[in-house]
Each structure stands twice: as C-alpha cells, then as structure tokens.
C-alpha cells in the first residue's frame, strides 16, 4: 500500500524536532528563525522550518504506540529519528526489507486513527456532554 502522505509529512516534521531535542535544545531551534533562513547555511534542517506543537502532538501519537505496538515504535524511531534507511531498519530488528515497509504503512494508519480519535474526543468536549 502506499504511503498516507499527511502523516508522513507530519513523521518528517517531528523527525526534525526531535533532532533538535536530542542534540539539547529541547525541541526548539537553537537558531532564531531569520537565522535559519539565511542562504549558505551548512545544516540540513536549516531550510525547513519544524512545527514544534505539530511535533509535540506528532510525538505524543508515537509514543502512545511504545507498549502496544513495540514494533511500530522501534521502527519509527530506527527510520525517522536515528535516520537510518529501510534496510539498515531491517537489518537491525531481524527482519526483511517488506516487513519494515509494511511496518512504516502500518504506522501510519495507527497514526491516522490516533488522530481521528483525538479530534473525535476534542469534539464531544467542545459540544458537551450529554445525559
């Protein structure tokens, strides 16, 4: 199946972030933002912007996956935050290059269904409560 390509955007986004959040900045840039569009720059990120709250939010999806879909997680993780291509994803869990594919679309229909759950519930708070 193909990529959903929102949520992969979204993956891209929050990959960004917790670059910056691992290298020490805590998820935000250590650059102003006028500096980081400056032409010439070195760093790879420097002409993407990363939507922090789009991250955090993104983050909060990923983690929620950590205990009941392990798998999911470690694949994420291996792919997006430590950059590492399809096959070295799959050589450092034990399995095929497929699975790690299939991983990553699985992955994002559980993301898209986190996130319609959580607009489901914000929009039962916002309308009320019936009794």
Known sequence: MARIEWVKQRLDNWARWASQRESGALGYPKQAAFARLAPGGTSMGAAVPVDS?????TDDAVQSFRWTHPHIHLTLRCHYIDGFEIRRVALKMSRAESTIKA????ADHL????FRARDEVRAKIKGGFTT
């Open 111 to 114: 993301i898209a269904a986190w």
């Open 53 to 57: 709250l789009d991250a955090s939010i």
């Open 103 to 106: 991983h990553l679309d699985q």
